[in-house]
C-alpha cells in the first residue's frame, strides 16, 4: 500500500494577521454565534422586498394582456359595420308590408364551380 504522508494544516499562529481580518473572515465567525441576524433576517428581508417590487411589474404585464383581448361588443363580434343603419322593427315591418308579396318570380342562385346544384 502506498504511504500518504499527513498534511498538517498551519496552525493560526503560522497565518499572517491579515488571513484572519478579512471580511469573509470576520462574517463567517460573527455567523457562528448569530446565524439569524447575519443570514436568515437578511433573506427574508430579500424576499418581502422583492414581492413589493415585483407586484408593479405583474401587473403592469396583465394589464397590458387586458389591452390585447378586450371585450367585444356585439356588432364587433357579428362583423357589422359602423356605416350600417340600425335595425327597427317597425321599419322593417312597414318596409315589407309595402311590398308587392303577390307577383314574385322565383329564381335559382348560380352555384360556384364543383359544387352540386342539387338537381337530380
Given at each position: 500500500m502506498p504511504f500518504f504522508?499527513?498534511?498538517?494544516?498551519?496552525?493560526r499562529r503560522f497565518q499572517g494577521s491579515s488571513a484572519s481580518q478579512t471580511l469573509g473572515a470576520r462574517y463567517r465567525a460573527?455567523?457562528?454565534h448569530h446565524p439569524f441576524a447575519l443570514f436568515g433576517l437578511p433573506f427574508m428581508t430579500t424576499m418581502v422586498a422583492g414581492s413589493f417590487f415585483l407586484t408593479p411589474a405583474t401587473?403592469?404585464?396583465?394589464?397590458?394582456?387586458?389591452?390585447?383581448?378586450?371585450?367585444?361588443?356585439?356588432?364587433?363580434q357579428l362583423g357589422l359595420e359602423k356605416g350600417r343603419r340600425k335595425f327597427d322593427m317597425k321599419e322593417e315591418y312597414y318596409r315589407l308590408a309595402?311590398?308587392?308579396?303577390?307577383?314574385?318570380?322565383?329564381?335559382?342562385?348560380?352555384?360556384?364551380?364543383?359544387?352540386?346544384?342539387?338537381?337530380?
Open positions: 504522508p499527513r498534511r498538517v494544516f498551519p496552525s460573527a455567523l457562528k401587473a403592469m404585464r396583465y394589464e397590458r394582456y387586458d389591452r390585447k383581448i378586450r371585450r367585444m361588443t356585439k356588432e364587433e309595402a311590398k308587392d308579396l303577390d307577383n314574385w318570380e322565383n329564381r335559382r342562385v348560380k352555384r360556384l364551380e364543383g359544387e352540386p346544384d342539387g338537381v337530380i
